[in-house]
Structure formats: structure tokens, C-alpha cells
């Protein structure tokens, strides 16, 4: 039986670099068991020193980052797929549980079960060399949902792709999400795709916490192009502008 997701904390979370930076300062926020949570902010304001905080990467200065009182699985995508050269898609894939011992045979059928649900079937035996962008990003998403994550974070995956190819990972990363059911927390420099993704916006400004905003148009409901989705999406905008120091426009 998957343990059920835990509520991810950040308990007045700091962390600070040498030379006195403060990439994240006194950041609480508490992410509910099974929610998604979109975290945008400025280049530079502390988004990806806080997903590797949450991800245990690195530890923070002051504080404490808490995913629940007994261990849970943790997985975390990357914005680049980090995928090995020599190794074939399900081999990749299967990696994580690789490390950990787990038997080839289980966890190649595991590997090829994500895969078939991602629809990468046909790429099992194939090198990353062989895939475009976008697949290799999908392939790296598989890579982190094959352990059944309770607590799924994700660093700007689709960062290095164009549009079209952004909106169908964005699909595949909302398909995942339903089916594990774990805390999720991405990290994004795209408003549309935060709110188009997430329950929930966190802007972030100088490693605070600017702004924390509910998305108001029901998931099950999302376009686009509608002009309520538009309007969460503006909302956000202004928001960030805020958080970045310009007027909206």
C-alpha cells in the first residue's frame, strides 16, 4: 500500500551563501498533502534554492524543512534531463530504483509500467540521443515518478523547450500528478503554466515570500483561452511585477 502524501513545511526557512547572500530568508509556507503549488518569482529571487532545500540537496541556514514525521520517497526533476548518454530509456529510468537494490527484473517492469502510462512504450530501447527535447524531458519525468513519490518537486522542466512542446509536458506532468497523488511543488519563470498546473501561486521576492494565491478557476474547467483563466494569469502578472519592482502594465 503507497503511504499517503505528506504536507510539505517550511518552518522559517533561511539560507545563506558565503559573502553574506541570502538566497531564501525567513520563508514559511505549508504545502497540503496531495496539492500542486506553482512558485514563481524573479530570476534570482530564491526559487531553486528552496526546491533543492525541500528535495534535501542542501540544507538550510536557519529553519527547518519538514515532508512529515516518517521518511517519505522524494523525487525530483531537473531542468535538464540529466538523462546517461549510454544508457536506454528504461535502463534510465529505472535508475533510481537501481541504486537503491532493487531486483533488474522488478525494476525494469517498473520502469516500462511509467513509461507505457506516459506513452514512451516504444521508446524503451531507445538512447536519449535518439529523442527529441521534449521526450527526453518526459523520459526524465518517468525517471522521477518510478519510485511513486510521496512528495514530487520540479525545477523548471520545461524550461528549454518551445511553446507547443511546453503545453504537452504540461499536460503529462498534470497526467502524473492525478496519478500519484503526491505534494508537488514546481518551480516555474512561466505565469500561464503555474496557474494552468497549480491549486496554488507563490511569488517569491529577495527570498521572501511576496505574495500566496489561491487559483481561482476550477481545474476541471481550465482553458487557455477563457477569459477567467486569463484573468488569474493577469493577476499573477501584476503580482510579479509587484515582486519585481516594475509597474504592471
Given at each position: 500500500m503507497i503511504p499517503a502524501p505528506p504536507t510539505l513545511r517550511f518552518d522559517c526557512v533561511a539560507r545563506e551563501f558565503p559573502g553574506g547572500v541570502r538566497a531564501v530568508d525567513g520563508v514559511t509556507l505549508s504545502l497540503s498533502p496531495g496539492s500542486f503549488t506553482a512558485v514563481i518569482g524573479p530570476s534570482g529571487c530564491g526559487k531553486t534554492t528552496l526546491i533543492r532545500l525541500a528535495a534535501g540537496l542542501d540544507v538550510p541556514t536557519a529553519g527547518r524543512v519538514d515532508a512529515g514525521t516518517t521518511k517519505r520517497s522524494c523525487s525530483l526533476c531537473f531542468q535538464d534531463p540529466r538523462l546517461l548518454p549510454w544508457r536506454r530509456v528504461v535502463d534510465n529510468v529505472a535508475l533510481p530504483l537501481e541504486l537503491v537494490g532493487v531486483p533488474r527484473?522488478?525494476?525494469?517492469?517498473?520502469?516500462?509500467?511509467?513509461?507505457?502510462?506516459?506513452?514512451?512504450?516504444?521508446?524503451?530501447?531507445?538512447?536519449?540521443?535518439?529523442?527529441?527535447?521534449?521526450?527526453?524531458?518526459?523520459?526524465?519525468?518517468?525517471?522521477?515518478?518510478?519510485?511513486?513519490?510521496?512528495?514530487?518537486?520540479?525545477?523548471?522542466?520545461?524550461?528549454?523547450?518551445?511553446?507547443?512542446?511546453?503545453?504537452?509536458?504540461?499536460?503529462?506532468?498534470?497526467?502524473?500528478?492525478?496519478?500519484?497523488?503526491?505534494?508537488?511543488?514546481?518551480?516555474?519563470?512561466s505565469v500561464s503554466e503555474a496557474v494552468w498546473l497549480a491549486d496554488r501561486v507563490v511569488v517569491m521576492a529577495h527570498g521572501r515570500v511576496h505574495a500566496d494565491h489561491t487559483v481561482r478557476v476550477d481545474r476541471a474547467s481550465r482553458d487557455r483561452s477563457d477569459s477567467a483563466f486569463l484573468g488569474e494569469v493577469e493577476h499573477c502578472m501584476r503580482l510579479l511585477a509587484a515582486a519585481s519592482g516594475k509597474a504592471a502594465a
Open positions: 527484473a522488478r525494476r525494469h517492469a517498473s520502469a516500462l509500467e511509467v513509461l507505457q502510462a506516459a506513452g514512451l512504450a516504444h521508446a524503451s530501447r531507445m538512447l536519449p540521443a535518439q529523442l527529441s527535447g521534449g521526450m527526453r524531458m518526459r523520459v526524465a519525468l518517468a525517471r522521477a515518478l518510478v519510485t511513486q513519490p510521496q512528495v514530487l518537486l520540479l525545477d523548471e522542466p520545461c524550461s528549454a523547450v518551445d511553446e507547443f512542446t511546453r503545453m504537452q509536458l504540461d499536460a503529462e506532468i498534470l497526467r502524473a500528478w492525478r496519478a500519484c497523488g503526491a505534494t508537488t511543488m514546481l518551480v516555474t519563470h
